[in-house]
């Protein structure tokens, strides 16, 4: 399978540990994308990465997240100190940048973290 | 502020019937559009996309309209199957945006066999 894998698929944890998630995109996709969803709502953009580079963060990805694109390959999101409004679906995606669809994504599993 | 919506929560249609999901946005900025489509357990997947010049475009069974003056598109699925049964979100983007997309939160729509 040559899609984009997320891991873990789903995270519990208590309120106050850090946790990370790693995302693997496609291997020829020099952009990663990493949204939350919450219930009943479509995703929201957190950051994004064109090769190493972040060019950019939402104003929804407070001090406690960082995320990392080391070489270009994979990606990590990092939360620090988790509090229960973090609880969410993170979804991680990649896209080739230049040469394919506006928008056109490609979109893992996400990963689910439930802060207790 | 929510810059695309979608007012219909759900949708339920008879297997063979028109399925219209519906999406309005609220910034001039956006130049394309894409309906994306999730299944359970799954990460939503590209269905279909519009470019701000168009006012259509068609794919098979799915058709996305496009009405700037009225800053709003809909997607037809004619017919409907059970397996189009999912979630689908409505985006937006734009070059000033870096293509990041900005979504809906989304219609399910059942098609009952």
């Known amino acids: 399978d040559t899609g984009v894998s997320q891991d873990p698929r789903h995270k519990i944890t208590k309120r106050g540990q850090n946790v990370t998630f790693r995302c693997d995109p496609i291997?020829?996709?020099?952009?990663l994308y990493w949204y939350r969803q919450t219930l009943g709502q479509g995703p929201e953009f957190l950051t994004y990465?064109?090769?190493?580079?972040?060019?950019?963060k939402s104003r929804l990805l407070s001090d406690r997240f960082s995320a990392e694109r080391p070489k270009g390959s994979f990606s990590t999101l990092e939360i620090q100190r988790t509090e229960q409004g973090d609880s969410a679906m993170y979804l991680c995606?990649?896209?080739?940048?230049?040469?394919?669809?506006?928008?056109?994504?490609?979109f893992g599993e996400g990963s689910r973290l439930t802060v207790l | 502020d929510q810059q695309v919506k979608q007012n219909s929560p759900s949708l339920s249609v008879q297997e063979g019937r028109i399925s219209i999901l519906n999406c309005d946005y609220t910034?001039?900025?956006?130049?394309?559009f894409l309906w994306y489509k999730k299944y359970p357990a799954e990460g939503p997947t590209f269905l279909i996309s519009?470019?701000?010049?168009?006012d259509k475009n068609e794919d098979g069974r799915f058709t996305v309209f496009l009405n700037k003056s009225a800053k709003h598109l809909s997607l037809h699925i004619v017919p409907s199957q059970p397996g189009d049964s999912a979630v689908y979100f409505c985006?937006?983007?734009?070059?000033?945006?870096?293509?990041?997309?900005?979504f809906g939160a989304g219609t399910i729509l059942r098609v009952k066999s």
């Open positions: 291997s020829e996709h020099n952009r």
């Open positions: 985006a937006a983007t734009s070059m000033e945006y870096g293509n990041k997309l900005v």
């Open positions: 519009i470019s701000s010049i168009k």
């Open positions: 990465f064109q090769n190493e580079a972040q060019l950019e």
């Open positions: 995606a990649s896209s080739r940048g230049s040469g394919g669809l506006p928008g056109e994504l490609f």
């Open positions: 910034n001039s900025m956006f130049d394309y």
